[in-house]
């Protein structure tokens, strides 16, 4: 692992090569940023513990028939994934009104919004990941008209796999950040993590975050929160 071959460092995740070339070792790193990487700190034990929710949410979805990138877990900290090429679009599904919805579009923040609203970001940080329309979309032909409804398809099935299971744990899932690939045979699959880094959860009826919102708006210990979410998702660290 050590000599592994570094093919990409993001703000969250490095990814390595192996001695597979249709799979890649992605290492969960410590570190948190918002604001595009303005605010940056190191938080022992975070990639251990978002690689743990990871797992978690992505089996879940597995048996809700969502297919993921993941090949195997290597240890605590890292996975063996499938080498995808990542569809440059982050896709946000939301359910109730927070973040950059409220202060883009002056909603008030923990509104409900029905039916769930899916929106694209261009992955891009050099331009701050500027919000897309399904026209540039298809103009500039990030992806085909077919692969974006085969992303949205998912994205909403994923969101009610995950909003159903949180429910019935005490968590309002807010909103939430996905990534897609695509495979060689040209398939989409969901790609990249799910974990408290990535998702927007309050505590059922409050605005009480356990997520990542605890260290953008300085709000207390993040890892103390996240490891809170695990304990009453019954997730073991
Ligand atoms: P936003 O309200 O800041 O646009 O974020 C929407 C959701 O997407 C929220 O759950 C956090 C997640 N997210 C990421 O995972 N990565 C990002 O770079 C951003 C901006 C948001
Ligand atoms: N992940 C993004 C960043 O660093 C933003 C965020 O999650 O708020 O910069």
């Known amino acids: 692992m050590a000599e592994a071959l570094l093919l990409y460092e993001g703000k969250a995740k490095k990814i390595f090569e192996t001695d597979k070339q249709d799979e890649v070792i992605i290492s969960f790193k410590d570190d948190a940023t918002a604001f595009n990487g303005l605010k940056k700190d190191e938080f022992a034990d975070k990639g251990r513990v978002n690689l743990a929710f990871t797992k978690y949410f992505f089996n879940l979805l597995e048996t809700g028939g969502i297919k993921n990138h993941i090949v ?38 923990g509104i409900e919004l029905k039916p769930t609203l899916c929106e694209y970001y261009l992955k891009d940080d050099s331009l701050n990941d500027p919000i897309l329309a399904k026209e540039h979309i298809k103009y500039f032909n990030y992806v085909t008209e077919k692969e974006l409804a085969c992303i949205e398809e998912q994205a ?19 909103d939430f950040k996905l990534e897609f690939g695509r495979t060689a045979d040209g398939q989409i699959i969901l790609a990249d993590e799910i974990s408290p880094d990535t998702c927007r959860f309050w505590k059922k009826g409050t ?24 304990d009453i998702l019954g997730l073991e660290l």
């Open 156 to 174: 909403l099935r994923i969101n009610e796999l995950l909003y159903t299971h949180m429910e019935q744990k005490g968590i309002t899932l807010v």
């Open 207 to 230: 605005m009480e975050s356990l997520d990542k919102d605890v260290y953008r708006e300085e709000k207390g210990d993040l890892v103390g929160s996240y490891k809170v979410l695990a």
């Open 72 to 109: 195997s877990f290597i240890d605590e900290t890292s996975l063996r994934a499938k080498k995808v090429s990542i569809i440059p679009l982050e896709v946000v599904v939301r359910n109730l009104a927070a973040g950059s919805l409220c202060r883009r579009l002056g909603f008030e923040k």
